[in-house]
């Protein structure tokens, strides 16, 4: 059962604390944060919480304070065994070492304590195991457990099967899940569903289950994700939403007004010389991109302007590098640090009182995420400025503004059943001991993501693990289990087991990334495959905010010279940008129906109701006026279809539900015209709709577009559509490798991933001709269907097609303006920014000549 927490009063707390953890705590704080007040006894009474809150409100000290109470209490007594009590678990690596630095503190002080009073304690160990902790701290932690682990979901399930260590983890008082929210949506989470659920098996006594996150929802699912179910009945959760006590301010900022009349070098100086002035307007200021080329190129355009330091912080530079960065802004020796998404978590960087997002975070929470890293303790205001240089981006930074501020968050879905996650776990219980099948299906099912697993498919994964398929021999697919069916039990087979499980265990897939390196040696950090195979000698690039010129490639390497002051001449990577989350596309969809319901006095209530500066109420005014002059405005009520025929005959369908479910639709769409019309069809996609793009004299009419809609066969067509793609490629060498099927390691030699990628094409086509219903085959389309294009959400928009929607189709002499940015992507020579504000211009031109200019 789930139940909403409740506070307690100071006096209530401390009465439950070890009295040295008291006497510590008053001397350092006035009174408990939110959070502390509501989890601490709580968990102290031996309840699972899940408690959610702001960054900077206490809660990691919330989730401690139980369990350092219980630890010094066994200390006193002389009662501390060599075993675990505590595990800590993280997804990221840099937060285990900040977690240890603020635990080692708090108890040095406290024996400094202990020893003016007389009182002897037992040393209290903390120890972080992760990937690269080294054999001899190992050995030590083997030798004498600590009693406190910090650990990663991977590590976590490497010790379980750790003959000697997983004995030391049988009395685990408290297992504490940080940063929940980062893992409850990916097959991260789904991979440490399961090693919780096979802690909870090895455990004597009572185990108590706290999880911290950040802004979140739905939290009853974020609750039954971290406490799972016993045996069939779920387990109860107190859940302290602790969000609503943070004060945020949040406002859209356009450094222009008129997004069509500005060449590219005009809209770049604006911007970034607005960014400077609200940099140097703040103490520290943190920035945030959507992609790692857009940071390397905001701090190449800041330095030119800010004469302080500033640093750029993404995934792809070096591990030396960014704790550099991470301990300068710690110390407050930059003004400002520009981030991908590597410092969304909650990594301690110190005092920020600005952060500035670049274009739309694409989800609510992910903006409150950003913006919560301002202003961090928990009386600041977080101050967050979210900068638009796009109509559809002012629109949608608009809405998600005022969800943000009134706390309606997206939902986040949990992905189910992943049968490439449950291999990796067959395999660790089968080293652990000998399984009935029972007994095992059992336990994963007492994981929430997979409560609903079906026993046959349970059971494929045992025919596939234990080599039943024996032609995959001929692909280097050996059997990893032993599997009796009629007995009805499975366990590991031969010695093997257990290294190809340690070396090959993670959900996370090796992206090919090519190192950086100097002439001299120096590793500068990495960049993508796509990008170094264009590079020509010669070729200038920029990476961690300096300029590199390429100078050959060599083996996975490139190798470059510093060109300091030299203008880039490769504009840097494009990586995927985040998708448009679906619960703010639907609310996106009704403001459109608001507007045009109210377009004549717009100006004002845009004001009023979304806090916008003039210059951006009249763009996002203008911007409506002049779809609704030239076209039709879609909203959530009505669905605009519009043909622009001619060279090429464009489809444009405004379905505004994310790039995720437009994705799906598109596909199916443009596969059943290619049937209808014996050709090929061109689509490209984004956030607020498709366009179907048909040779000469190829054209739909009204009756054959509308004939699109239907939803039966729909997921087989989808599939079909899928046939010969790269993601269907790509989407299966990762779950392949995450099966275990190809193994990125074999006896500590690495697989490259170019490797990795033929034995899977190989694989993939031999399935596909014999087993279609192969688990790994299986997981490859529930992934692509379920997880990267939210079927569900494009299913669930369609069966309103037609009832609550009603279509709209449109004959149009040029695209419309808000059809603008998916025409450009379909113009394949519109490459550079320079060209695409050109094209932008033109059409904007050419609209304005049709409704007469006047707007």
């Known amino acids: ?24 705590f008053l001397s350092k704080f006035s009174s408990f944060t ?64 900040d977690i240890r630095k603020n635990l080692e503190e708090p108890l040095k002080e406290i024996y400094e304590l202990a020893e003016k009073k007389g009182i002897e304690l037992q040393e209290i160990r903390i120890a972080v195991r992760t990937g690269d902790t080294d054999a001899n701290e190992r050995q030590k932690q083997m030798k004498k457990p600590p009693h406190i682990l910090i650990t990663t979901p991977e590590t976590l399930a490497i010790t379980l099967c750790s003959p000697k260590f997983s004995k030391a983890l049988r009395n685990v008082k408290f297992l504490i899940v940080d940063e929940i929210h980062a893992m409850a949506e990916n097959k991260r989470g789904t991979h440490l569903s399961l090693s919780m659920e096979r802690l909870q098996r090895i455990q004597l006594g009572k185990m108590v289950r706290i999880g911290l996150s950040a802004t979140i929802a739905p939290l009853e699912d974020v609750a039954r994700f971290l406490v799972g179910r016993e045996y069939g009945v779920e387990r109860d959760c107190v859940v302290a939403d602790v969000t609503f006590e943070k004060k945020t301010d949040i406002k859209v900022v356009s450094p222009i007004s008129d997004f069509f009349n500005l060449s590219a070098e005009e809209i770049s100086e604006r911007l970034y010389d607005q960014i400077a002035e609200l940099v140097k307007a703040s103490k520290t200021a943190l920035i945030f991109t959507n992609t790692r080329s857009a940071t390397e190129r905001v701090v190449y355009h800041l330095k030119k302007r800010i004469q302080e330091p500033i640093r750029a912080h993404h995934s792809s530079l070096s591990r030396e590098v960014r704790l550099e960065v991470e301990n300068e802004l710690k110390e407050g020796k930059l003004k400002c640090v520009v981030s991908s998404t590597s410092l969304e978590l909650g990594i301690d960087i110190g005092y920020i009182d600005l952060v500035i997002l670049i274009g739309s975070p694409k989800s609510i929470n992910r903006a409150l995420q950003r913006i919560g890293r301002s202003g961090h303790k928990l009386h600041e205001v977080s101050v967050g400025r979210i900068i638009v240089l796009d109509p559809d981006d002012l629109v949608e930074c608009t809405v998600l503004t005022k969800e943000a501020i009134n706390r309606n968050l997206d939902r986040i879905r949990i992905p189910e059943n992943c049968l490439d996650v449950l291999c990796q776990h067959v395999v660790g219980m089968s080293i652990e001991k000998k399984w009935s099948v029972e007994e095992a299906l059992a336990l994963v099912r007492n994981a929430y993501p997979y409560r609903n697993l079906r026993r046959e498919d ?50 996370i897939p090796d992206e090919v990334a090519i190192g950086v390196i100097t002439k001299e040696g120096k590793m ?6 796509d990008f170094a195979e264009r590079l020509v000698a010669g070729d200038i690039f920029v990476l961690a905010g300096k300029t590199f010129r390429f100078l050959k490639s060599k083996g996975m390497n490139i190798i470059v010279e510093e060109a300091e002051g030299e203008k880039p001449t490769v504009p840097s990577w494009f990586s995927e940008q985040l998708p448009l989350s679906y619960d703010l596309a639907l609310r996106i969809q009704d403001f459109r129906r608001k507007m045009e319901e109210r377009i004549e006095d717009a100006i004002d209530w845009l004001k009023e109701n979304y806090e916008l500066d003039d210059k951006s109420a009249n763009a996002i005014y203008r911007y409506f006026v002049e779809q609704k002059l030239f076209s039709e405005i879609p909203t959530d009520k009505k669905l605009v279809i519009e043909k622009f025929e001619g060279e090429k005959n464009y489809y444009f369908f405004h379905t505004l539900i994310g790039r995720r479910a437009n994705s799906a639709i ?37 009756a054959e577009i509308e004939s699109l809609f239907i939803i039966p066969n729909f997921e087989e067509h989808l599939i079909r559509a899928l046939d010969h793609t790269e993601l269907l490629r790509r989407r299966f060498r990762h779950v392949a490798v995450r099966s275990f099927m190809i193994l990125r390691n074999y006896l500590g030699r690495e697989k490259s991933v170019w490797k990795q990628q033929l034995n899977a094409d190989a694989i993939l086509s031999f399935l596909k001709r014999f087993y279609p219903d192969f688990p790994v085959i299986e997981e490859t389309y529930r992934e692509i269907l379920e997880d990267s294009m939210e079927i569900r959400n494009a299913l669930d928009y369609l069966s309103k097609v037609g009832k609550e929607i009603e279509v709209k189709i449109a004959r149009t002499p040029y695209p419309s303006p808000f059809a603008f940015n998916l025409f450009v992507l379909g113009e394949e020579d519109v490459v550079l920014m320079e060209d695409r504000r050109k094209v932008l211009k033109e059409l904007h031109e050419k609209v304005m000549s049709v409704i007469g200019g006047g707007s």
């Open 666 to 702: 598109s596909r199916v769409f443009a596969y059943r015209v290619g049937l209808m019309k014996n050709c090929n069809v061109q689509m490209v996609v984004n956030d607020n709709g498709f366009a179907l793009i048909l040779p000469p004299y190829r054209f739909l009419n009204d």
């Open 34 to 97: 939110p959070p502390q007040k509501y989890a601490i006894v709580e968990s102290h009474l031996g309840r699972n919480v899940l408690i959610t809150s702001p960054t900077g409100s206490g809660k990691t000290l919330a989730a401690f304070i139980s369990s350092l109470s219980m630890l010094l209490n066994k200390a006193e007594k002389n009662e501390l065994s060599d075993e675990v009590q505590v595990v800590y678990v993280s997804p990221l690596k840099a937060l285990n070492n």
């Open 524 to 529: 500068v950090g990495k960049v993508e495959e």
């Open 1 to 24: 059962m789930i139940i909403r927490a409740k506070p307690y009063s100071d006096s209530e707390i401390l009465s439950v604390m070890h009295p040295l953890l008291r006497e510590w």
């Open 458 to 507: 349970f059971i494929s994964v045992l025919r596939y693990l234990s080599g039943e398929f024996s032609e995959l021999e001929r692909k280097n697919v050996y059997a990893k289990i032993w599997f009796d069916e009629n007995e009805g039990v499975f366990g590991r087979r031969g010695k093997m087991a257990r290294p190809i499980y340690y070396l090959n265990v993670g959900t």
